[in-house]
């Protein structure tokens, strides 16, 4: 009779050789067990039992008799019955979902390895039969992404625009808060406002055309030279989606006017302030000594 260990060595042999790719489970006390990993297409997963139906179990164990077998087939309890000429012939004698060697011989694992074998055909051929009966899905095309949920009132505005100006101002808008950091933006005469020590300026989109407004005329006339081809007003700078303004443009007359709205501030902070004595008379005053008051001259009688 084989020992207990060779045959556990060599059940792990002929599981190995056909199921490659099995690893130890905890199933049993007592029980050494391995698991195969079974095709998708046969796995029953309602299947009624306290085994896992995604993989083939067997385990091994030490009795008196002798090395004990346990194999449990999901979707195929008796499977020993099945293939049990194969396996009495091997000198096994079958239990309900185990194999038990008794024979004064080594371990017959070439038998389990045929069993094994037999077992993985099985379920292959099941699983091409259960793909010709339902043929694959071609695969669904993923959903287009939703547009990310506007968070502000200028994201809020800009996601309301047609597509080419949405970008064009989302563009215009890097452009601004990148040459004003501290700025900050919100809704101004219905149009997206950019605020540093006060308003800064202001963007718009039309029906023929998108808006720049930098301030007032006199900026625009400063950069007169540089807006040619433009449509310029009082304040205002007219440019499409097509023609949009250019970035160096941009970023020299919103640091224009943040550098016009800190001088302001400044300047209203300096009046605010209170006004301090000048240093020599406020030294005179404290230093200043008051003559004593004259006494009244006594009458005489």
């Known amino acids: 009779m084989a020992t207990f260990p060779e045959a556990r060595e060599a059940l792990k042999r002929a599981l190995f050789r056909v199921f490659p790719d099995a690893k130890p489970v905890p199933r049993w006390a007592g029980v050494e067990t391995w698991g195969a990993p079974r095709p998708e297409a046969v796995v029953d997963h309602d299947a009624p039992g306290t085994y896992d139906p995604k993989l083939t179990v067997v385990g091994i164990a030490d009795r008196k008799t002798g090395p004990v077998v346990y194999f449990l087939d999901p979707g195929d309890y008796f ?4 293939h049990k000429a194969l396996l009495t012939e091997a000198g096994f004698k079958l239990g309900r979902g185990c194999i038990m060697h008794q024979r004064k011989a080594p371990f017959p694992a070439e038998a389990l390895e045929e069993l094994f074998r037999r077992v993985k055909e099985r379920d292959a051929a099941a699983a091409a039969k259960a793909a010709e009966a339902s043929p694959a899905k071609p695969a669904a095309k993923a959903a287009p992404k939703a547009p990310p949920k506007p968070k502000g009132e200028v994201d809020k505005y800009l996601a309301a625009l047609p597509e080419s100006q949405r970008a064009a101002l989302e563009r215009l808008r890097k ?10 933006e919100k809704i101004g005469y219905g149009m997206p406002g950019f605020y540093h020590e006060g308003p800064l300026v202001y963007m ?17 006339a400063d950069f007169a030279a540089e807006l040619e081809g433009y449509k310029v007003s009082k304040g205002t700078i007219q440019f499409t989606p097509e023609k949009p303004l250019p970035a160096a443009l941009v970023k020299r007359i919103v640091k224009r006017r943040v550098a016009e709205n800190e001088e302001r501030a400044a300047a209203r902070a300096a009046k605010k302030a209170p006004r301090k004595a000048p240093a020599k008379k406020a030294a005179a005053a404290r230093t200043r000594k008051v003559a004593p008051a004259k006494r009244p001259r006594s009458s005489r009688s």
Request: no cysteine; glycine share 4%; net charge neutral.
């Open 79 to 82: 499977v020993l019955d099945t």
């Open 175 to 184: 452009q601004i808060l990148a040459a004003a950091p501290k700025a900050t």
């Open 204 to 220: 718009a989109a039309f029906r023929t055309h998108l808006s720049f407004f930098p301030g007032d005329a006199t900026t625009t």
